[in-house]
């Protein structure tokens, strides 16, 4: 059937199963946008404000539903405006392919109106990019960045089409095959791996699992547990890995790292055997890498060849897709007592209650992020921004609910948490989603509160408004003489700011206000936006202060030890 | 960073789509860790649609994370480092001297000693063309500089392993299907 390249694209995104769209026109992708209605209802597509939100929505989207996000841009400032939230897909593995317009052929790498070279730019922060100068090559490469953006290790995948090709009528024809000779991820471990790891395993006296966003992203769900369990091995869950496993779980001792439990880290310090599954053993976990598990042999569970032996040395490397490689270490893996260790894990987590919240006063920004979890009981999908509150939301929700944390967590960018939950929503469109924000990342991106509104998403943003920038303000407060520069925020009326938008906007300052506003918001059909006016000189604890070692990690800095009750 | 003390030079060659952006892909990755790539060669190779590329780079023992990372790379077929095999390589160049009839004699004879070519002869230069390993081209252009070299150019590193094995055996064996359940994110 002869057709515009168009929509050729239209047709590729629907034989990929696409069903959402966010993206705002432009000039240059114009002809792309003639063309959606025809495809309503089966593609749907959100116009947002501004397109690094089109890129965080379909992030978030990504994340939720297992399929990848699309979002679409115009050529130039449209496209440079995705940057940021492709460059945090690529560090987290989020597949996503993000289609722009460029400028007619004739004028490409002549400066002309809204021309920007973004290939070239994304070429550090794609797995793949495309400049389609011909169009009977666009049902091809529609085929091949779907393929390329969800398989291996996911990650994003960019296509430019320029505006003349789109518009541009050929035969359309979808391959039957990809020929890609270049692009042959591996999936299955090498089975004398696999032995070596079961060995491994049985001999241990000390195994801890640290579980990342693999296990996500490939479902292995059941089979984490099932090794955790058939193995009888405490899992840790890194910022991505959480609700990769069940919070409940009496297994299950929940984040290490740099704002971790002080358990965990104390344990990996300890431990004589660390199985990494689908993580990447990044700075943040680590801390001081030449000091991280100096007792200890690693297992890494890896697909990407290249973070094999990256940071650290593993003894034996399942390199291959999570489930798969767990499948085959649980046929090999037997259960063992481990009496002592399981004794002092539980006296490591008496000794030090990290996650206690003291009484006081005032409203404390971690105690309104506690009464969220305890008013859902977790049963929702949570976003987060970037900083304290993303901390205090890892720290304080113990999730059961397989994959609902929703949080950027390589490149870190703030702002994450308005998009981010949109595109949540839009895959999950009965389920209730909260975000929980910053008040400085709330304001990145809270143009989307219109977004919000016309498309009537629910979503429930609890602003945690500590009046700072929290995590600079944290620093300069340990690290430089308490020299608060710039963190300090003016900020707006955030209630008002709502109504202006027609949202909900509730207030709490006080601790006895946070369990109603909570109730309110969740008894509102429609999107609302809560402000918690906390204590804005509350300090992120545990910590591994930088340069430190994991052994080294601050649980709680004395004074606060006395008001928590601990010796 | 790059460290002065552990740099080495590394020998690396790959088999590429022989389509726009490849080299601007492989530069970036040693672009963004700051590696220098001291020399990169590239032509058609005996397949079809791909080409072959030779490069040198001065880089620390990262050099094996760049070249996995560089492996990710979609238009990359296959990549590898064979610094530390048994390898011929080979580098031409083109030195052009400045020379009068008196000492035509002489360059002649250093031509004929190295082996090389003169390719072109004017009445004040001639243009020689010497093949051979890094040092031999390094060692021509020393006894050449005393007659006044005017220009060099150099096409840098080519490599190959010795023997009849091949460089770039890209057929990778994997199995069909994996039993137990479906891999997810696949579109196949």
């Known amino acids: 059937m002869e057709m515009k390249g168009a929509q050729m694209v239209m047709e590729g995104l629907l034989r990929e199963g696409v069903e959402h769209i966010f993206g705002l026109p432009g000039g240059a992708n114009l002809p792309l946008y003639d063309i959606i209605p025809q495809y309503y209802p089966k593609i749907r597509h959100y116009l947002v404000k501004h397109e690094q939100c089109a890129a965080h929505a379909a992030d978030g989207y990504a994340r939720v539903s297992g399929k990848a996000g699309v979002c679409f841009a115009t050529s130039g400032p449209g496209a440079t405006n995705l940057v940021t939230g492709i460059a945090n897909a690529w560090v987290d593995s989020v597949p996503l392919v993000c289609i722009t317009g460029a400028v007619i052929r004739a004028l490409i790498g002549r400066d002309g109106f809204q021309e920007a070279d973004i290939t070239g730019i994304t070429i550090p922060i794609t797995k793949h990019n495309y400049l389609v100068m011909d169009v009977h090559e666009i049902p091809q490469v529609m085929r091949e960045a779907f393929h390329i953006a969800t398989t291996g290790r996911p990650g994003p995948v960019l296509i430019d089409i320029p505006r003349d090709v789109q518009q541009e009528r050929a035969e359309f024809q979808w391959p039957e095959r990809l020929e890609l000779q270049g692009y042959r991820p591996r999936l299955y471990p090498d089975p004398e791996e696999v032995t070596r790891a079961a060995q491994l395993i049985r001999e241990s006296e000390r195994p801890l699992i640290l579980a990342g966003h693999g296990v996500r992203i490939s479902q292995a769900f059941q089979e984490l547990r099932a090794l955790a369990e058939k193995a009888n091995i405490p899992v840790i869950t890194t910022l991505l890995g959480i609700s990769g496993f069940p919070g409940s779980h009496p297994l299950y001792l929940g984040m290490p790292g740099m704002h971790g439990m002080y358990w965990n880290n104390i344990a990996i310090s300890e431990s004589d055997l660390v199985i990494g599954v689908g993580m990447r053993f990044d700075d943040r976990v680590t801390a001081r890498l030449k000091d991280f598990a100096p007792k200890a042999k690693i297992i890494h569970v890896e697909i990407d060849p290249a973070e094999v032996g990256k940071n650290v040395r593993p003894t034996a490397t399942l390199q291959g897709d999570a489930r798969i490689c767990l499948d085959e270490l649980n046929k090999q893996v037997r259960f063992r007592e481990r009496p002592d260790w399981f004794a002092h894990l539980d006296d490591l987590k008496q000794a030090h209650p990290s996650i206690t919240i003291r009484e006081t006063e005032e409203l404390l920004p971690q105690y309104a992020i506690k009464k969220i979890y305890e008013a859902t009981r977790g049963d929702c999908y949570v976003v987060t921004g970037v900083g304290q509150h993303q901390m205090w939301a890892a720290q304080h929700f113990w999730y059961d609910k397989p994959n609902s944390f929703v949080t950027a967590g390589g490149l870190g960018p703030m702002g994450f948490e308005v998009p981010a939950a949109m595109g949540v929503q839009a895959a999950k469109p009965g389920e209730l989603v909260w975000s929980i924000c910053g008040d400085g990342g709330f304001q990145m991106t809270l143009q989307e509160l219109a977004t919000i509104a016309e498309y009537g998403w629910p979503i429930k943003f609890a602003i945690i408004n500590n009046g700072h920038l929290g995590m600079p303000r944290q620093w300069q407060d340990l690290f430089y003489h308490k020299n608060y520069v710039a963190t300090l925020l003016k900020n707006p009326d955030f209630v008002k700011l709502a109504e202006a938008y027609d949202i909900l906007g509730l207030r709490a300052t006080h601790k006895e206000e946070v369990e109603p506003v909570i109730a309110q918001a969740m008894e509102h059909p429609g999107p609302v936006v809560i402000d918690f006016q906390v204590n804005g000189d509350e300090n992120c604890f545990p910590m591994v202060p930088p340069g430190a070692a994991l052994s080294e990690t601050v649980d709680l800095p004395a004074l606060e030890r006395e008001k928590v009750g601990v010796a | ?188």
């Open chain 2, 1 to 188: 960073m790059a460290n002065g003390s552990d740099l080495r030079k590394h020998t690396i060659i790959a088999l590429v789509e022989d389509r726009p952006g490849v080299l601007n892909r492989i530069a970036s990755k040693w672009r963004q860790r700051g590696f220098n790539i001291e020399s990169l060669a590239v032509g058609h190779s005996e397949k079809r649609g791909l080409s072959r590329m030779t490069f040198v780079v001065d880089a620390t023992t990262d050099a094996e994370q760049v070249v996995k990372q560089l492996d990710k790379l979609v238009d990359v077929v296959d990549i590898r480092n064979i610094s530390d095999e048994d390898i011929v390589s080979r580098e031409m160049a083109l030195i052009k001297v400045r020379v009068d009839a008196g000492d035509r004699g002489h360059i002649i004879e250093i031509v004929d000693i190295f082996r090389a070519n003169i390719i072109d002869v004017s009445p004040d230069s001639v243009i020689v063309e010497v093949t051979g390993d890094e040092g031999k081209v390094d060692a021509m252009f020393e006894l050449l500089a005393d007659y006044g070299v005017i220009e060099v150019v150099r096409t840098g590193r080519v490599a190959m392993l010795r023997g009849s094995g091949v460089s770039h055996p890209h057929e990778r064996e994997e199995p069909e299907r994996y039993q137990g359940f479906e891999p997810p994110y696949t579109s196949e």
